[in-house]
């Protein structure tokens, strides 16, 4: 079966978890499942992956969402697996991979060059109206827990953020007139004419 995508419809599932308890995807309806698929219990990537949900599982909770483990292993290997490392949520069992079939995580591996049919790491976000959010195919463990944390919490979304507005550079200031070319040049006034010289004092009257 190929991968659920985004928007599809999430595959139906009832299940026994560790406790022999019959898990259903509708009993969550109006929640988010965080549904992930490990190869086996107590190998050492599956128990990191599964103490990291672990850790987490409170924020998890907090966040809307139940958290689901799914493997191959019977039941009675996922009680040890789940008592021994505290695991405060369900494993369901998948003897003969049903499930893993119809979430498209069941096809050929490689180990050391030797191919062979097992259960591809993978988890799947499914939202409260039983519709598949996102997907990881393939997943790498280290930080994992956390980005599906982040993206129940509405983590930065992984469109680039707008430019910032470029501010108009200011105009240079204009430059301050010359004294010259401030003031106007003064007009010269014509010079005042001088008053011609008066004549001497009149002559002195006619000697006696």
Same mark, same amino acid.
């Given at each position: 079966?190929?991968?659920?995508?985004?928007? /599809?419809?999430?595959?139906?599932?009832?299940?026994? $978890?560790?406790?022999?308890?019959?898990?259903?995807?509708?009993?969550?309806?109006?929640?988010?499942?965080?549904?992930?698929?490990? *190869?086996? /219990?107590?190998?050492? #990537?599956?128990?990191?992956?599964?103490? $990291?949900?672990? $850790?987490?599982?409170?924020? %998890?909770?907090?966040?809307?969402?139940?958290?689901?483990?799914?493997? *191959?292993?019977?039941?009675?290997?996922?009680? &040890?697996?789940?008592?021994?490392?505290?695991?405060?949520?369900?494993? %369901?069992? /998948?003897?003969?991979?049903?499930? @893993? $079939?119809?979430?498209?995580?069941?096809?050929?591996?490689? %180990?050391?060059?030797?191919?062979?049919? #097992?259960? !591809?790491? @993978?988890?799947? %976000? !499914?939202?409260?109206?039983?519709?598949?959010?996102?997907?990881?195919? &393939?997943?790498?463990?280290?930080?994992?827990?956390?980005?599906?944390?982040?993206?129940?919490?509405?983590?930065?979304?992984?469109?680039?953020?707008?430019?910032?507005?470029?501010?108009?550079?200011?105009?240079?200031? @204009?430059?301050?007139?010359?004294?010259?070319?401030?003031?106007?040049?003064?007009?010269?006034?014509?010079?005042? &004419?001088?008053?011609?010289?008066?004549?001497?004092?009149? &002559?002195?009257?006619?000697?006696?």
């Amino acid at each position: 079966m190929p991968m659920p995508q985004a928007g /599809d419809k999430a595959p139906g599932f009832s299940l026994p $978890d560790q406790s022999g308890a019959t898990v259903s995807l509708s009993q969550f309806k109006g929640r988010h499942v965080v549904l992930y698929f490990y *190869p086996k /219990d107590a190998t050492p #990537g599956c128990t990191t992956e599964a103490c $990291d949900f672990r $850790d987490e599982h409170s924020a %998890l909770v907090k966040a809307g969402a139940v958290v689901l483990g799914v493997s *191959p292993d019977s039941v009675a290997s996922h009680q &040890k697996f789940a008592t021994k490392q505290g695991l405060p949520f369900s494993l %369901l069992a /998948d003897p003969d991979h049903a499930l @893993a $079939d119809a979430y498209g995580v069941w096809g050929e591996k490689s %180990l050391y060059g030797r191919k062979f049919m #097992g259960l !591809i790491r @993978a988890t799947f %976000l !499914i939202g409260p109206d039983a519709k598949v959010v996102r997907v990881w195919p &393939k997943v790498k463990v280290a930080g994992h827990v956390a980005e599906v944390l982040s993206t129940l919490q509405g983590g930065a979304s992984s469109e680039a953020a707008p430019a910032p507005k470029k501010v108009p550079a200011k105009a240079p200031a @204009a430059k301050k007139a010359s004294a010259a070319e401030a003031k106007p040049a003064a007009v010269k006034k014509p010079a005042a &004419k001088k008053a011609p010289a008066a004549k001497g004092a009149a &002559k002195k009257g006619a000697r006696a």
